[in-house]
């Protein structure tokens, strides 16, 4: 590239970056102006109350400055710049806001935005350069964020249409009251959701309730429950086969009872459920979520609902997915442990334990992985990568100070019960431990495949 060319180039560059600093800087005055344009071309707009405005001039700022971010640093948009755009589409949605009126609003975003990057471009060469490199990634934002609130507002549609069926909701109650309807529309609704009447249908049942402090978004006392409808239809979309899973808002929670199909275990599900959660935790929805065991016909979900509800018990304040499918009997029963069998545990077993895990628990990994590879001292060296000779050296310093040898079956599930039930007692740190693993950098880890498989 020659001399010219690229002075030329540096200078369309600054030009693009004043351009872009002077929106960013006058974004309250262009937010304004976009508001009362599409109020003055949009008629269903202006029909709405000032809750609905502010509501508007809230998502136009958040566009802007993702706009302005994504241009900025000359990146592709992606979901995560957006994602607070699905609660706005279900919002449209339920004011009963057209759908074309919807995209219309995000039309005159852009073209409002448009002409106050022409307006600042100027009239030099550089400028004018500077606006038509930005025209390209403009479309392409509009595109992406209009698409994706078009989709969102369907899928939201779909679910109201669904929720609004009083058979829904009543074939919820009929099973979890341990039945299933034989005719009727009752019938009519369970088939579509793949629940026919056949005692041998492998079932969960889902319970999801809002978990931490709700997001601040504008749209006032409703905020609660349009976080729960908003959550409700993402779990509506786990089912497989093509078919949507039952998913009621009830009161204050969520129920959902997805059929397991042929080719579909409980684990897949449940690995569908943490992506839902982490899906809505982006657009500022964090859920506690409790999965049942697998319940074979409708008389089963009963207990499988008050499981589901129990298992709630498990999880922080800020929430997560305690799925009983990933977990063992003996790590639910270290879960359910109360002060008494922790009183039961031998003082030396406790004291080794507390001291160990304030110095990273090596020990106890020794036990654990001593444990797992059936007591074979290679074959947990290997696993630990340490020489046997060490792994021999810490099951030794082990027995000094407990007096329990690894080797023997009794004393052995004395120790992993020990630390079984160290593990739901808070860290150094004031976090709550379930296990070993980490739950996604949430502050509390939970026993292995808890929540998701290690």
Known sequence: MSTGSSTVAAAVRAERTRILSELLNDLPQLTVVAVSTML??????????????????????????????????????????????????MRRARAGVALADYINAFRVGQQVFWEAVVERAGH?????????????????????????????YMEFQQYAAAEAV?????????????????????????????????????????????????APVPSGPDQGADALHAACAAIARTGGNGVRTLSVVRQ???VAIPVLGQNQGAEELCDRLQGVLRGLATEGIRLAMGVSTVATGATQLPQAYQEAR????????????????????????????DDTARNLVD??????????????GVLTATIRAFAEADLNLRVAAERLQIHPNTAQYRMRRIQERTGRSLRSINDLVELLVAIA????????????????ATNEGRGRADVPSFHEPR
């Open 40 to 89: 003055e071309e949009i008629p269903a707009y202006a029909a709405q109350d000032a809750a609905f405005r502010t509501d508007v001039r809230d998502q136009v700022v958040k566009h802007y400055r993702a706009k302005l971010g994504v241009l900025l640093e000359e990146r592709t948009v992606t979901f995560e710049d957006i994602s607070f755009t699905r609660r706005a589409a």
């Open 124 to 152: 030099t060469y550089a400028g004018r350069e500077a606006a038509l490199s930005l025209a390209t990634p403009l479309m392409r934002y509009c595109d992406f964020a209009s698409t994706h609130a078009a989709n969102a």
């Open 166 to 214: 009083r058979e829904s909701r009543d074939l919820l109650e009929t099973l979890l009251a341990g039945s299933l309807p034989t005719r009727g529309r009752e019938l009519a609704a369970a088939q579509a959701h793949g629940l026919v009447p056949d005692a041998r249908t492998p079932l969960l049942v889902v319970i999801a309730v809002l978990a931490g402090p709700p």
């Open 252 to 254: 204050s929670e969520i």
């Open 310 to 337: 129990a298992v709630l018990d498990f999880l922080p304040e800020e929430g997560g997915v305690a799925a009983l499918p990933r977990i063992t009997p003996f790590q639910y029963l270290a879960l359910k442990a």
């Open 347 to 360: 003082a030396r077993i406790t004291a080794l334990l507390a001291e160990d895990r304030a110095r990273g």
């Open 421 to 436: 039930l160290q593990d739901t007692l808070p860290t150094n740190t004031g976090r709550e431990r379930l296990g070993t």
